[in-house]
């Protein structure tokens, strides 16, 4: 099981898939959205006009098209409202989701973005909690061959992350020895 952070642009990721934080309707954005679907070019978003959009902690995947990445999964993250609508397991779900249709076709290395962090106000500290633990949790039983890059946008969030995933994997073995 391998976790890596990095602060960078994750539409120059070669990798199986990177994720897409999209719009419930799949058709663009802004932020991440935005960035994947100008890379990947018009022949993404003609993808996604047939998937007829996504449920809010679901995922589908598409093609990656001109990006490196070969695929690209696309996943709705919740909107924070304060908590009280469910939003931490939306936010796990789309992680879940996500890694379970990458491994599902065969995918060796996935690449998330911050899922909610930006315009959907969700906070940080648990949000990447939820991420790192759902990811822990969905590639445990992998191999030693599966990638999931955890890609920052920012120095705050690239050492947050970093914590994270310490803290996280630490938590982890520690549980294990116990047992």
Known sequence: MHIKVLKGDITKLKVDAIVNPARNSLLGGGGVDGAIH??????????CSTLN????GHAK?????????????????PVWRGGTQNEPKLLANCYRNSLRIAKEIGLKSVAFPPISMGIYAYP????AEIAVRTIIEEIKDAGEDFEVWLVAFDDETEALYNQTVQYEIDRVHDEEWKE
């Open 38 to 47: 100008r890379a990947a070019g018009p022949e993404l978003l003609t993808e």
């Open 61 to 77: 995947i598409t093609m990656g098209y001109r990006l490196p990445a070969k695929y690209v999964i696309h996943t709705v993250g």
């Open 53 to 56: 959009g996504c449920w809010t």
């Open 124 to 127: 940080k500290e648990p949000a």
